[in-house]
């Protein structure tokens, strides 16, 4: 099939970012601040329908030096502009449409001729994740934004906070502080304190939406995979806040990383029942099944006599049928376990299902949109418990089930093994955290030893020099340092 080098350079360059970077910054700076004053918990509600009307006025509004325009240090209050434009890649969302690669994605995307010019900073699709996402200067008319120039802002202050139009002459008042989150929200701000609101918020562009989505299609023009982690995504955006309350707490790591599991599974699950959707309606030229669902490397690895996955993953699925949902669904099951509820015990037998009927060359559209349905019902009925702290034996447990267990289906392939280190590292951060122990250098050295495993190879834009094998001789080693 492919050769792995043909893979995207952005792609590569995305995944070690995932990899290395990112997940660097995670370990070593990723501990939770010490606690501040109690900051009240906020209820989220959907009111989309409601801001969309509103209007945006740009992060200039938000940037004079008596406002978010200090020179503090990052994190500093007053200074959150200097940070976001400085250090956060949001303030660059949208310039990067004039990049060479932007261009090459467009054009590939769009099928164009050699005298046709690509203009991705005017294209609607695109413009969607990387500028204000709102009616008047974005869905509606690009045109608006070659106009006033508020594209320029990429993702600012608004595109997560909530459109300004009806807060922004009042939030400074010392009154608004007397608000609640929900009154809040109905003047347009999002209620970006709240884990679950948080995690949701990011979903939107990071994992997509009906509106807005990064399908295969566009992936094979060029444009990086979307596999959001919420914990690791959050940890490595350049916070321009103080977590305050609840999430100051030693169990921030964990708490974000279950949250994130949960609220992406959800995300993931509406983005397919829409996809399965739009799969029958013969006026779109959507692709179905949609190959964004499934694991990348099942298709895109390098052909060996003795593969892995012919000595083990095909034991559990036909050889050859589609493994499906390998990034987002993968370890909810295990918290489903360790958090029971009447519909947490529905969730990994629909996901079953769900895995079955994906895996079928042309998977029946209606029963796919059905069944993904089904699904975030279940999660709903979940929610209260699901989103509650998970405690620290909870946490043990499921680290301790991560670090040693090496038979499970989980350990089987890239994504899995990657889902798998993106859990114990937040996991062993807060139980460290609850403990009051600080981080010990030698489960430092063996998780960046598996991060090293995650790593592609030097000419690979794949993992295909990865072996699970591998990976879980390492786990054993890790298996030793771990809580028992
Ligand atoms: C569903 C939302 C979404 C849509 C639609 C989308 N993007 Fe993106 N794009 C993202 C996200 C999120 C990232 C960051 C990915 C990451 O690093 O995890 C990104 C990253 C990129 C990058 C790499 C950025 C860098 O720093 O090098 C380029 C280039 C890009 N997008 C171009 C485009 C173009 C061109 C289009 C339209 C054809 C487009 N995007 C449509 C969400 C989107
Ligand atoms: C990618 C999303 C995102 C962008 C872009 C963003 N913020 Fe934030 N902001 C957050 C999150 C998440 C928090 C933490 C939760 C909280 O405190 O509300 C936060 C916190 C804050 C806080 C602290 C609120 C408090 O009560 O402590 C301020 C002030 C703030 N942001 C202002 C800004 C300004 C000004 C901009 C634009 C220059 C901006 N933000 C851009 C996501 C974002
Ligand atoms: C309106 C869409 C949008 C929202 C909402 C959003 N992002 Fe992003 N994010 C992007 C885009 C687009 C990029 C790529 C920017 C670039 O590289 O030019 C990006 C990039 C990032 C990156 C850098 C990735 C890299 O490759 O270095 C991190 C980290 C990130 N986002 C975290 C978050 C978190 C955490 C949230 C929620 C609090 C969030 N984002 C909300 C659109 C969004
Ligand atoms: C069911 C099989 C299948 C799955 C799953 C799949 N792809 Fe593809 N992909 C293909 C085929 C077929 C092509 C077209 C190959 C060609 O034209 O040479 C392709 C093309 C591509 C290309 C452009 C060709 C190249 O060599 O640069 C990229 C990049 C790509 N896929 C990335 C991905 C990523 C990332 C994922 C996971 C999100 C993925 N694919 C999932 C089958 C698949």
């Known amino acids: 099939m492919l050769q792995p080098n043909n893979l995207t350079e952005r792609f590569r360059r995305f995944l070690a970012f995932l990899v290395v970077s990112g997940l660097c910054a995670f370990i070593w700076h990723g501990w939770p601040r010490s606690p501040l004053a ?38 500093a209050k007053g200074s959150e502009y200097t940070t976001w434009a400085t250090l956060d890649k949001h303030s660059r969302a949208y310039n990067v449409l004039f990049d060479e690669l932007s261009r090459t994605i467009l054009r590939n995307y769009k099928r164009l001729n050699a005298a046709e010019a690509p203009h991705p900073e005017r294209e609607a699709l695109c413009l969607r994740c990387h500028a204000p996402d709102q009616p ?49 929200e109905a003047l347009g701000m999002r209620p970006t304190k709240d884990l679950v609101a948080r995690a949701k918020l990011c979903a939107e562009c990071h994992i997509g939406t009906a509106q807005r989505e990064v399908n295969h299609d566009l992936i094979a023009a060029g444009h990086p995979r979307l596999n959001f982690e919420f914990s690791a995504y959050l940890a490595n955006m350049p916070s321009h806040w103080c977590e305050q309350g609840e999430n100051a707490r030693a169990d921030f790591p964990a708490r974000s990383w279950a949250v994130g599991q949960v609220v992406s599974a959800h995300a993931a699950l509406e983005l397919l029942e829409a996809r399965a959707h739009s799969a029958r309606d013969a006026n779109t030229q959507k692709a179905w099944p949609e190959f964004a669902e499934y694991d990348c490397f099942a298709c895109h690895h390098d052909l060996r006599d003795d593969t892995e996955r012919q000595n083990s993953v095909f034991g559990k699925r036909a050889p050859g049928s589609y493994p499906w949902g390998t990034w987002y669904y993968t370890l909810l099951p295990e918290i489903a376990r360790e958090k029971p509820a009447p519909a947490a015990a529905k969730i990994a ?136």
Not at 168 to 177: G, M, N, Q
Not at 400 to 419: E, I, K, L, P, Y
Not at 463 to 480: A, S
């Open 38 to 75: 109690g900051q009240p918990g906020v209820a989220s509600s959907n009111n989309s329908a409601q801001l969309a009307n509103l209007q945006c006025l740009g992060v200039s509004s938000c940037a004079s030096t008596a406002c978010h325009y200090g020179s503090g240090a990052q994190g």
């Open 349 to 484: 037998d629909s996901l079953k299902e769900l895995q079955a009927l994906m895996a079928r060359p042309y998977p029946d559209p209606v029963a796919v949109a059905n069944l993904a349905r089904a699904t975030q019902d279940h999660l709903d009925q979940w929610a209260k418990t699901a989103y509650a702290p998970l405690g620290r034996a909870s946490l043990e447990s499921l680290l301790s089930r991560f670090s040693h267990d090496r038979s499970r289906s989980t350990v089987a392939d890239w994504d899995g093994c990657t889902q798998l280190y993106l859990a114990i590292v937040p996991l062993y951060q807060a139980s460290q955290g609850l403990r009051g122990l600080p981080e010990n250098r030698d489960v430092l050295a063996e998780l960046a030893g598996l991060r090293s495993l995650l790593q592609f190879g030097a000419g690979f834009n794949s993992p295909g020099n990865f072996h699970p094998q591998v990976f879980r001789k390492e786990l054993d080693r890790l298996q030793k340092l771990a809580p028992q």
């Open 136 to 184: 008047g200067q974005v869905l509606g008319g690009p045109s608006l934004i070659a106009q006033t120039g508020s594209g320029l802002d990429g993702v600012g202050c608004e595109s997560c906070h909530g459109p300004a139009e009806r807060w922004r002459t009042a939030h400074y008042l010392p009154d608004w502080r007397e608000k609640s989150a929900t009154e809040k």
